[in-house]
């Protein structure tokens, strides 16, 4: 730049000596331009970073946490035993622990309301996020957290209870979902009852599939024949290549209001 | 080029223009992780995680 500058300065004569600078070329200001617009162009580039990685995730936990606090029946105390202080909760006993079959029909909710909370022992003694309908990216998944594919099953349903949510970024509901083992809990409340599910399998597939999240997963147009969980989230971390995918099957089932699911307590080995 | 050309547009004296471009730094700030970020993840498809096209 500097001798451009001057290389323009000198071809300029007629210039008192005083101040030689003051018209710069035509080159010299193509280059400053083009330098404060690299500038600019790194700054937002900059700021894309900060927001996706450090600004999303304070907004969208913000988000969660008060969409579970506006749920009034919303279980939110610690989980895992070892955290608890003082009386440990009340357990559901065994003969209110229903089987699948008795699962109760429940309609799947409008767009955008939050309808359950999802809790797993594995991610954690406060984990404890909303399920809200729709897999909208801007309305529930990068705000609320985890949605529901709207026509897949309810919770505890015949066929498959299908969610997805962030692995990374927005709150990152299933920041750990790699580390779900076969047999991990995976515990859904509703206003009615408790659902707990146990981990049967994990698969990492490519963006189209679909069939993953079908009534029977992995056999769409078959019959529904039993009580499936699935989740669905991206992999690998920082990327949408592809998706990391866990199911499980329904377990029991328990109304509310005897007690908290015993999975709840139980730290995961 | 562009930033002097900004510097001299402000009115009013140094510490007035210095303002004036803190508080439209912090308004561009806001009306890019506000409005323009989101938009770009959503509609480039950074991040997705579900499956099918609803992502």
């Known amino acids: 730049m500097e001798t451009v500058a001057e290389h323009s300065a000198s071809a300029d004569a007629a210039q008192p000596e005083a101040a030689p600078r003051k018209q710069p070329g035509a080159g010299s200001r193509i280059v400053a331009l083009l330098g404060e617009l690299m500038i600019i162009v790194g700054a937002l580039l900059g700021l894309y970073v900060v927001w996706q990685l450090f600004y999303t995730d304070i907004e969208a936990n913000s988000v969660q946490a008060q969409a579970v606090e506006e749920l009034p029946w919303a279980y939110t105390a610690p989980i895992t035993a070892g955290t608890v202080t003082g009386d440990e909760p009340q357990t559901i006993p065994d003969n209110l622990k229903l089987a699948p079959d008795t699962v109760p029909d429940i309609k799947e909710p409008k767009f955008g309301t939050t309808f359950a909370t999802f809790y797993v ?25 985890i949605g529901h594919y709207p026509h897949t099953g309810m919770p505890g349903e015949l066929g498959n209870f299908a969610i997805s949510a962030h692995r990374t970024t927005y709150g990152k509901p299933f920041h750990r ?30 963006p189209t599939a679909v069939k993953v999240i ?17 989740l669905t989230s991206c992999h690998p971390m920082y990327s949408a290549a592809e998706r990391y995918v866990v199911h499980g099957v329904l377990e029991y089932w328990s109304p509310t209001g005897n007690g908290i699911p015993q999975e709840l307590m139980e730290v995961p080995s | 080029m562009i930033f002097p050309a900004i510097w ?48």
């Open chain 1, 214 to 230: 079908a009534p029977v997963p992995n056999e769409p147009g078959a019959e529904p024949d039993d009580h499936y969980i699935t």
């Open chain 1, 121 to 145: 022992p594995r991610w954690g003694e406060d984990y404890v996020k909303p399920i809200s309908e729709g897999v909208d990216r801007h309305k529930i998944l990068d705000k609320l957290g």
């Open chain 1, 177 to 206: 979902i790699a580390e779900l083992k076969k047999g991990d809990h995976l515990i859904v409340q509703t206003e009615d009852a408790w659902y707990v599910y146990r981990v049967t399998s994990h698969e990492i597939v490519r």
């Open chain 2, 8 to 55: 001299s547009i402000l009115p009013g004296p140094r510490w007035v223009r210095a303002l004036i471009l803190v508080a439209a730094l912090a308004a561009i700030v806001w009306l890019l992780f506000q409005y323009v970020f989101p938009w770009v993840s959503v509609t480039f498809g950074i991040q997705d995680q579900s499956v099918g096209g609803q992502g």
